[in-house]
């Protein structure tokens, strides 16, 4: 038994670092920008896959929870598979915007259920004290394929355009095949699906949620967390760029971004008493100062937004999650990925239009008052909230 729990602990393990490995990933933009999209068109492809995922976010976690969490993750890699090659084949916007809907449904399908599903499964084993341990260890490797990843990318994008999204079409496959090789140790709450009790359900879910304050903050600074890093990632692309720094360096810089992201993953235990506001406030310094255009010293500003990036993910990971009971888990972790998709349908356009119309340090300026505006309007709601 404790072999097949290392087995499947194991090939969860490769599925999620395959993804992480995805190579397209970190020349996105210059590969879109190859095939002649302006970045408001390259911004527009994820307010897409957003408003496709906002539709099946929470459907897809209620079959999730009642259906089967491994088979959803398999049907949602074969989408993401799909949507690759259509990228890779595209000659048009159009074509690019069909994969972007196929990338929003695999999002919908693979978001919540992918943490429902192992954290389910060390449960079930009596095992969920080992949980915290093996989330940050899957972070910590994450970031270090993702620094091997990043790495050559640029070189391998210099070669040839395309043959980064061929090897993230392999590793996709590959990410496959270890998930469905992975035991499913689910519990089926409900056998049958009947609308009119699975819309009453969603409701009270809806209000359960909203009425627990401590679990709607750290949703809130999760939100927050994707949007600012989501957007640093994309963005520290075009930094480089305007910078004149050579494409041949990017994988360097790339891998020593994720190197730090992959030792603050690995230390994220040293910060699991953090205040988000602190995160936040650290974020909005690092945004406001990359404005200044420090040239290629910004990219030092970076280096510190990467290592925070590493050790808070884990700590929301665990917070989240032991907030959340197990019947309900991957339907609530869509709701979550469901708000999260809400802000990217609205907040993605923007950036794009703000560094079209303007350039990327404008938009990091706008970014970082962005958050220090939020941060007022918290410590305000705080202070309201405590005096009552």
């Not at 993401?80 to 972007?100: E, K, R, W």
């Not at 699991?272 to 690092?286: C, D, E, M, T, W």
């Not at 290629?296 to 500003?301: R, T």
């Amino acid at each position: 038994m404790k072999t097949k729990i290392l087995d499947t602990a194991n090939l969860y393990k490769l599925y999620m670092l395959s993804k992480g490995s995805f190579l397209i990933y970190f020349i996105i933009v210059l590969y879109y920008e190859s095939k002649g999209l302006s970045f408001t068109e390259i911004m527009l492809l994820g307010s897409i896959s957003a408003v496709v995922t906002f539709f099946l976010e929470v459907p897809s976690g209620v079959i999730a929870d009642r259906y089967s969490r491994k088979k959803i993750l398999m049907i949602g890699n074969l989408i993401t598979t799909m949507g690759l090659i259509v990228i890779f084949f595209s000659d048009n916007y159009q074509m690019i915007v069909i994969a972007a809907v196929l990338m929003g449904v695999s999002e919908a399908l693979e978001s919540g259920a992918d943490t429902a599903f192992i954290y389910d499964f060390f449960k079930n084993k009596n095992m969920e004290h080992r949980y915290k341990s093996y989330i940050s260890s899957i972070y910590h490797l994450g970031f270090i394929c993702s620094a091997m990843a990043a790495f050559v990318s640029g070189s391998v994008f210099k070669y040839n355009n395309d043959l980064p999204i061929i090897i993230t079409i392999v590793l996709s496959i590959a990410s496959f095949i270890a998930i469905t090789f992975a035991e499913s140790d689910e519990v089926k709450y409900k056998a049958k699906f009947e609308l009119r009790g699975i819309l009453k359900q969603e409701v009270s879910q809806i209000k359960d949620i909203f009425s627990k304050r401590d679990l709607m903050k750290i949703i809130f600074v999760y939100i927050v967390m994707t949007i600012v890093i989501s957007n640093l990632n994309y963005l520290a692309q075009i930094y480089l760029k305007e910078n004149s720094i050579d494409l041949k360096f990017f994988g360097l810089i790339f891998l020593a971004f994720n190197i730090l992201a992959s030792i603050g993953a690995k230390n994220s235990s040293r910060f699991s008493n953090i205040k988000p506001a602190r995160v936040l406030g650290a974020y909005a310094i690092i945004l406001i100062f990359l404005s200044m255009d420090f040239g290629i010293a910004g990219v030092g500003l970076i280096f510190a937004a990467r290592f925070i990036n590493g050790f808070i993910w884990p700590v929301l990971d665990v917070t989240i999650n032991e907030n959340i009971d197990s019947q309900n888990r991957a339907t609530i972790l869509s709701y979550k990925s469901l708000m999260v998709q809400i802000s990217f349908i609205f907040v993605d356009p923007l950036i794009g239009v703000l560094v079209d119309l303007k350039n990327v340090h404008f938009t990091y300026f706008v970014m970082g008052i962005v958050i220090f505006v939020v941060l007022v309007f918290r410590f305000i709601n705080a202070y309201h909230v405590k005096k009552l």
